[in-house]
């Protein structure tokens, strides 16, 4: 059930979010959106498990990559973007969960909105999405709620999007800092950025919504009144609890 | 009905600690709560977990779905908030990776 895996790169994205890669031997494969749990065991015995969503694309062969943002007080998260190295080993279970997933298979479009480190399991559905760019793939948007501009996970990957393939469309909402010239006030995604940033729900997109827990609430209330069907509407939240991503 | 606090998260974050039990993943089932009857996926259930085990609520009336305790060597599952849970067989093909 615990498999060991070797951390084979690491990846600063944020001042406190690190991404760690990760090789692991007859790795079965998983689909965009699942997570694992780690396990990190103490020399005393206690050991502590957390869910960290994968990042990567599906197709990723015996290798994935999590992203870990740290938490200030806690248990795990500062060993693994702090201490962690290169070559070091770590007990994983996975992939898990097979309901906050997007298969190439489905042909609706799609809306992402992730708040601050929800963007990882959105970020695997893009990155498989872009994998497969073949005709008559559905459409992405992503709703990408961030503190800042410097908060923001996979930049450099998010801008890679190439502009012609407007198969996959980004937009921000920015929290508390804005870049220069940024057309909307720091603020919370409200339900006129729900109205011009999502699919109208005569589309019938599927949602996928991922962040801390009163963020997700916040969201799917907004997409439902706007008229979309709960039944469109699939949400993974995270808080300290868990510590989450 | 929404929930009183922020604590809790999806019941797919139970995915995991099921796993050790069931050979599919249940929380991409639907089940039927026994208090308000309303058929959900087992994912979009409420998860409590800063309590000793895991505890999921029905989304809509709160009632408790399903308590999961780690003692040990011993798991222990009470389902008796579910009526029954439909599991989609076919999931592990779904799983499987072109590489």
Known sequence: ?245 | MKSQTCSYLDGNAAAGELSRIFALDITAAKGQCANCGAKRHFAEAHLYVQCPGLVARCAVCNHVLLRLVNAGQRMVLDMRGMTYLAVEISQSHESTVVV
């Open chain 1, 1 to 245: 059930m615990w498999r060991v895996a070797t951390v084979v790169g690491l990846h600063d994205e944020t001042a406190t979010a690190r991404t760690i890669t990760l090789t692991l031997p007859n790795w079965p494969g998983h689909v965009a959106g699942q997570h694992v749990d780690a396990r990190l065991t103490a020399p005393d015995g206690y050991s502590a498990v957390r869910s960290y969503s994968i990042a990567s694309a599906s197709n990723s062969k015996n290798q994935i990559e999590i992203t870990v943002e740290r938490l200030p007080n806690g248990e795990v998260s500062p060993y693994l973007t702090q201490e962690l190295a290169v070559g070091d080993q770590l007990e994983l279970r996975g992939p898990i969960g097979r309901w906050f997933v997007w298969s190439t298979e489905q042909r609706e479009p799609i809306q992402l909105i992730a708040g601050g480190s929800g963007i990882v399991p959105l970020m695997a559905m893009i990155r498989s999405r872009v994998a497969t760019p073949t005709r008559g793939n559905p459409p992405f948007r992503l709703l990408y709620s961030v503190r800042a501009p410097e908060a923001i996970f996979y930049r450099d990957d998010l801008q890679a999007i190439p502009s012609e393939d407007s198969s996959v469309v980004v937009n921000y909402a920015y929290t508390r800092t804005a870049p220069k010239d940024w057309p909307r006030l720091p603020g919370r995604i409200d339900k006129d950025l729900i109205l011009s940033a999502t699919w109208a729900s005569s589309v019938a997109a599927t949602f996928y919504i991922c962040g801390p827990t009163g963020f997700v609430e916040s969201v799917a209330d907004l997409l439902g009144t706007a008229g979309n069907r709960r039944e469109n509407i699939r949400t993974e939240r995270f808080g300290p609890t868990g510590e989450r991503k």
